[in-house]
């Protein structure tokens, strides 16, 4: 493979890590299971979450979206290694959100990936996601803000 080609790999896959979090904040399932092989596994081990495939991806997906009052992920570069047609790689991730039940959580993990090049280009075959910290203190903020509320102007004079 030429250098050229190991550079556009790696920023596929750097936008596929993207387009993840992406489809994810703005529930979009449809194109968050087209970024998975039909085979894919996606886990959440210390959830106990194991799901093969893009059905079972897109139903738990779903379920959990249900389950939230407000959802923020970030996904940060990590690495790729490529082989060839498949690669693995991390991305570390920062996540913020608050359950219908009222819990708060906030965490860092990181997810360990395995991509494979189809004909529609680099989609995840496995996706583990590891949590390295996990906090649910509650969070005071909400998922809106009403300016006029807070007696606070969040535009400085000169960007009017």
């Known amino acids: 493979m030429n250098d050229i080609q190991a550079v556009a790999d790696r920023v596929e896959i750097e936008a596929l ?9 703005m529930s979009d399932y449809d ?3 087209s970024l998975f092989t039909e085979d894919a596994v996606y886990q959440i081990p210390e959830a106990g979450v194991v799901q093969t495939g893009r059905e079972e991806i897109r139903a738990g997906s779903e379920r959990l979206a249900d389950e939230w009052e ?7 570069p990590g690495a790729i290694e490529l082989d060839g047609d498949s690669a693995s790689g991390r991305a570390f991730v920062c996540e913020v959100g608050r359950l219908r039940n009222g819990m708060s ?3 860092y993990a990181l997810f360990h990936d395995r991509y494979r090049r189809t004909s529609e280009g ?3 075959s496995e996706r583990v996601f590891e949590v390295r910290y996990f906090d649910t203190t509650p969070l005071p903020g909400s998922p809106t803000v009403d300016w006029a509320a807070t007696g606070t102007d969040p ?3 000169a960007t009017k």
């Open 70 to 76: 407000f959802f923020v992920q970030t996904t940060h």
């Open 122 to 124: 680099w989609k995840f």
């Open 105 to 107: 959580i906030f965490n």
């Open 155 to 157: 535009l400085p004079e």
């Open 31 to 33: 194109r968050f299971v």
């Open 17 to 25: 890590r993207g387009e993840f979090s992406d489809a994810a904040m």
